[in-house]
Nanobody, 117 residues
Framework: QVQLVESGGGLVQPGGSLRLSCAAS????????MSWYRQDPGKERELVAS????????NYADSVKGRFTISRDNAKNTVYLQMNSLRAEDTARYYC??????????WGQGTQVTVSS
Protein backbone atom coordinates (compact mmCIF):
# COMPACT_ATOMS: atom_id res chain seq x y z
CA GLN A 1 0.00 0.00 0.00
CA VAL A 2 1.02 3.64 -0.34
CA GLN A 3 3.19 4.94 2.44
CA LEU A 4 4.94 8.23 3.09
CA VAL A 5 7.01 8.12 6.28
CA GLU A 6 8.58 11.32 7.53
CA SER A 7 11.53 11.38 9.93
CA GLY A 8 14.19 13.74 11.21
CA GLY A 9 12.10 16.13 13.27
CA GLY A 10 12.93 17.14 16.80
CA LEU A 11 13.86 19.94 19.14
CA VAL A 12 16.51 22.38 17.94
CA GLN A 13 17.76 25.75 19.14
CA PRO A 14 17.22 28.89 17.07
CA GLY A 15 19.88 29.10 14.38
CA GLY A 16 20.25 25.35 14.26
CA SER A 17 19.65 22.86 11.46
CA LEU A 18 17.58 19.77 10.83
CA ARG A 19 17.22 17.45 7.87
CA LEU A 20 13.83 15.91 7.28
CA SER A 21 13.38 12.78 5.20
CA CYS A 22 10.28 11.29 3.61
CA ALA A 23 10.52 7.69 2.48
CA ALA A 24 7.90 6.69 -0.10
CA SER A 25 6.60 3.28 -1.11
CA UNK A 26 3.66 1.76 -2.94
CA UNK A 27 3.69 4.08 -5.96
CA UNK A 28 5.99 5.17 -8.78
CA UNK A 29 7.90 7.84 -6.87
CA UNK A 30 9.67 9.35 -9.87
CA UNK A 31 6.31 10.27 -11.46
CA UNK A 32 5.20 12.39 -8.53
CA UNK A 33 5.75 16.00 -7.56
CA MET A 34 6.92 15.95 -3.96
CA SER A 35 6.26 18.69 -1.45
CA TRP A 36 6.76 19.60 2.17
CA TYR A 37 3.99 21.37 4.04
CA ARG A 38 3.78 22.49 7.64
CA GLN A 39 0.99 23.19 10.05
CA ASP A 40 0.75 24.76 13.46
CA PRO A 41 -2.30 24.01 15.63
CA GLY A 42 -5.08 26.43 14.78
CA LYS A 43 -3.48 27.46 11.50
CA GLU A 44 -3.89 26.34 7.92
CA ARG A 45 -1.44 23.91 6.41
CA GLU A 46 1.03 25.84 4.27
CA LEU A 47 3.35 24.88 1.45
CA VAL A 48 7.01 25.04 2.43
CA ALA A 49 8.73 23.68 -0.67
CA SER A 50 8.11 21.46 -3.68
CA UNK A 51 10.22 19.66 -6.27
CA UNK A 52 9.20 18.49 -9.71
CA UNK A 53 9.07 14.89 -10.80
CA UNK A 54 11.34 15.05 -13.84
CA UNK A 55 12.87 18.50 -14.03
CA UNK A 56 13.47 18.69 -10.28
CA UNK A 57 12.34 22.30 -10.47
CA UNK A 58 12.02 23.65 -6.96
CA ASN A 59 9.66 26.15 -5.39
CA TYR A 60 9.82 27.70 -1.92
CA ALA A 61 7.66 29.75 0.36
CA ASP A 62 9.09 33.23 0.76
CA SER A 63 9.52 32.66 4.48
CA VAL A 64 12.05 29.84 3.94
CA LYS A 65 13.89 30.95 0.79
CA GLY A 66 17.64 30.91 1.31
CA ARG A 67 17.33 28.78 4.47
CA PHE A 68 15.62 25.56 3.35
CA THR A 69 16.56 23.23 0.50
CA ILE A 70 14.36 20.50 -0.92
CA SER A 71 15.90 17.60 -2.82
CA ARG A 72 14.95 14.12 -3.95
CA ASP A 73 16.67 10.82 -4.62
CA ASN A 74 14.52 8.81 -7.02
CA ALA A 75 16.74 5.75 -6.58
CA LYS A 76 15.92 5.74 -2.87
CA ASN A 77 12.30 6.93 -3.23
CA THR A 78 13.06 9.67 -0.75
CA VAL A 79 12.59 13.41 -0.57
CA TYR A 80 14.53 15.60 1.84
CA LEU A 81 14.19 19.01 3.41
CA GLN A 82 17.39 20.57 4.70
CA MET A 83 16.48 23.31 7.14
CA ASN A 84 19.13 25.79 8.23
CA SER A 85 19.03 28.94 10.34
CA LEU A 86 15.88 27.73 12.02
CA ARG A 87 13.63 30.22 13.76
CA ALA A 88 10.95 29.90 16.40
CA GLU A 89 8.34 30.57 13.73
CA ASP A 90 9.44 27.44 11.87
CA THR A 91 7.95 25.39 14.69
CA ALA A 92 5.23 23.18 13.22
CA ARG A 93 4.38 19.67 12.19
CA TYR A 94 5.94 19.01 8.79
CA TYR A 95 4.14 16.84 6.27
CA CYS A 96 5.29 15.19 3.07
CA UNK A 97 2.94 15.18 0.08
CA UNK A 98 3.07 13.30 -3.21
CA UNK A 99 0.99 14.49 -6.16
CA UNK A 100 0.41 13.20 -9.66
CA UNK A 101 -1.88 15.28 -11.85
CA UNK A 102 -4.71 16.99 -9.99
CA UNK A 103 -6.45 14.07 -8.36
CA UNK A 104 -3.86 11.67 -7.00
CA UNK A 105 -2.50 12.94 -3.72
CA UNK A 106 -0.87 11.13 -0.82
CA TRP A 107 0.09 12.54 2.57
CA GLY A 108 2.36 11.32 5.31
CA GLN A 109 1.62 11.48 9.03
CA GLY A 110 4.08 14.27 9.68
CA THR A 111 7.06 14.91 11.91
CA GLN A 112 7.22 17.57 14.62
CA VAL A 113 9.82 20.32 14.44
CA THR A 114 10.22 22.53 17.50
CA VAL A 115 12.61 25.47 17.49
CA SER A 116 13.20 26.75 20.99
CA SER A 117 15.99 27.71 23.34
Amino acid sequence: QVQLVESGGGLVQPGGSLRLSCAASGFRFSDYVMSWYRQDPGKERELVASIGSLSHTTNYADSVKGRFTISRDNAKNTVYLQMNSLRAEDTARYYCKARSGISTVYWGQGTQVTVSS
